[in-house]
């Protein structure tokens, strides 16, 4: 049998813990997922019943039966959870609801995503410093806003930059479920990569953290395209003097576009740390040439792995790159 289908069957059963019609909502989860059916699935719990989008019902029954998600309860039409011991699940009735971080940031529960959230909030694997006021950080890859308003939180302000337009407006809904970090937040809906043009860009569903003009998406979006130095003159171009911060930060996470923007060396130079999960698995290339470029204008620069996927593949094509130049803190 199917390692997959074995799997599935497995998290199916572990379900009837979670919901009394769990067979039902199985079902109708397998028609929507074959593209049978495009309707929501009703789940009941303990006499309370909640429309879920199927995509939320299917993060609810994996973190479940993977154990990351404890202490289900089911009461006055509110379904609520804790992921990893740390963050809370809320779900209304309506399907409507929030994931709460150890940090009290809230994201929408479109950005269920167990593996970003968890190397966002637990993992850690952002992490630059506790205090990160006068921080300026283009962050680029931007996802749903999740390292936008963690930075946000630590006081940095942040260029959010995302290409796909369904993560970016996400990511617009994100920061408006945190008001006080929203003044500290500019989003910006552009891929950047090798040249201002005009790209197509994949992507396998409407939140997807994998989508890239590198990847092999079952569908595609034509999006603007701009160079890092183009970005960075539309930076300035709103009013945000870059001088006037005392650190400034390039945060990478494109799949793949980190091998264009390192031929801005005179863009590069503008930053104090560099910091790139890098994908050279999509471009058959390895972290050597991004290093090596850092290395000889002044960084200082630590190879890490942040999961399991890239210590399976190799941390020669998948990793983190934390470049450092003229700034005595953490290297992560």
Same mark, same amino acid.
């Given at each position: 049998?199917?390692?997959?289908?074995?799997?599935? +069957? !497995?998290? +199916?059963?572990?379900?009837?813990?979670?919901?009394?019609?769990?067979?039902?909502a199985?079902?109708?989860y397998?028609?929507? !997922? =074959?593209? /049978?059916?495009?309707?929501?699935?009703?789940?009941?719990?303990?006499?309370?019943?909640?429309?879920?989008?199927? !995509?939320?019902?299917?993060?609810? @029954?994996?973190?479940?039966?993977? %154990?990351?998600?404890?202490?289900?309860?089911?009461?006055?039409?509110?379904?609520?959870?804790?992921?990893?011991?740390?963050i809370? +699940?809320?779900?209304?009735?309506?399907?409507?609801?929030?994931?709460?971080?150890?940090?009290d @940031?809230?994201?929408?529960?479109?950005?269920?995503?167990?593996?970003?959230?968890?190397?966002?909030? +637990? &993992?850690?694997?952002h992490?630059?410093g506790?205090?990160?006021? #006068?921080?300026?950080?283009?962050?680029?890859?931007?996802?749903?806003?999740?390292?936008?308003?963690?930075?946000?939180?630590?006081?940095?302000?942040?260029?959010?930059?995302?290409?796909?337009?369904?993560? &970016?407006?996400?990511?617009l809904?994100?920061?408006?479920?945190?008001? #006080?970090?929203?003044?500290?937040?500019?989003?910006?809906?552009?891929?950047?990569g090798?040249?201002d043009?005009?790209?197509?860009?994949?992507?396998d569903?409407?939140?997807?953290?994998?989508?890239?003009?590198y990847s092999?998406?079952?569908?595609?979006?034509?999006?603007?395209?701009?160079?890092?130095?183009?970005?960075? %003159?539309?930076?300035? !171009?709103?009013?945000i003097?870059?001088?006037?911060?005392?650190?400034? /930060?390039?945060?990478?996470?494109?799949?793949g576009c980190?091998y264009d923007?390192?031929?801005?060396?005179?863009?590069?130079?503008?930053?104090?740390?560099?910091k790139?999960?890098?994908?050279?698995?999509?471009?058959?290339?390895?972290? =050597?040439e991004? %290093? %090596?470029?850092?290395?000889?204008?002044?960084?200082?620069?630590?190879?890490?792995? =942040?999961?399991?996927?890239?210590?399976?593949?190799?941390?020669?094509?998948?990793?983190?790159?934390?470049? /450092?130049?003229?700034?005595?803190?953490?290297?992560?």
């Amino acid at each position: 049998m199917n390692i997959n289908i074995f799997r599935s +069957l !497995k998290v +199916l059963i572990a379900s009837k813990d979670l919901f009394d019609n769990w067979l039902q909502a199985g079902i109708k989860y397998f028609l929507w !997922k =074959h593209g /049978v059916s495009k309707s929501d699935i009703l789940v009941k719990c303990k006499n309370n019943a909640f429309t879920l989008n199927p !995509k939320i019902y299917s993060s609810v @029954v994996i973190t479940y039966y993977d %154990k990351y998600l404890e202490n289900i309860s089911c009461y006055y039409n509110t379904l609520k959870g804790k992921l990893s011991g740390a963050i809370d +699940l809320v779900i209304s009735s309506d399907g409507r609801g929030f994931l709460k971080m150890p940090d009290d @940031v809230m994201v929408s529960l479109e950005s269920f995503d167990h593996t970003v959230i968890s190397e966002t909030w +637990l &993992y850690d694997i952002h992490f630059l410093g506790f205090d990160l006021t #006068d921080y300026l950080i283009i962050d680029v890859g931007a996802f749903v806003g999740d390292t936008a308003l963690y930075y946000a939180k630590r006081g940095a302000f942040v260029i959010a930059v995302e290409p796909l337009p369904s993560n &970016y407006e996400v990511m617009l809904r994100n920061i408006e479920l945190n008001p #006080d970090l929203k003044p500290r937040i500019i989003p910006i809906n552009v891929a950047i990569g090798a040249k201002d043009d005009i790209i197509e860009f994949s992507y396998d569903s409407s939140v997807d953290g994998s989508a890239g003009i590198y990847s092999r998406g079952r569908f595609k979006v034509r999006v603007r395209q701009m160079k890092l130095s183009t970005l960075i %003159k539309e930076i300035v !171009k709103r009013g945000i003097n870059l001088d006037s911060y005392k650190i400034k /930060v390039l945060k990478m996470d494109c799949k793949g576009c980190e091998y264009d923007v390192i031929n801005e060396i005179d863009m590069l130079k503008l930053f104090d740390i560099i910091k790139v999960e890098y994908s050279g698995y999509l471009r058959d290339k390895t972290y =050597h040439e991004l %290093k %090596k470029t850092l290395e000889d204008i002044g960084f200082k620069c630590r190879v890490w792995a =942040h999961n399991e996927y890239a210590l399976r593949i190799g941390l020669d094509r998948h990793g983190m790159l934390t470049c /450092v130049k003229n700034y005595e803190g953490l290297i992560r």
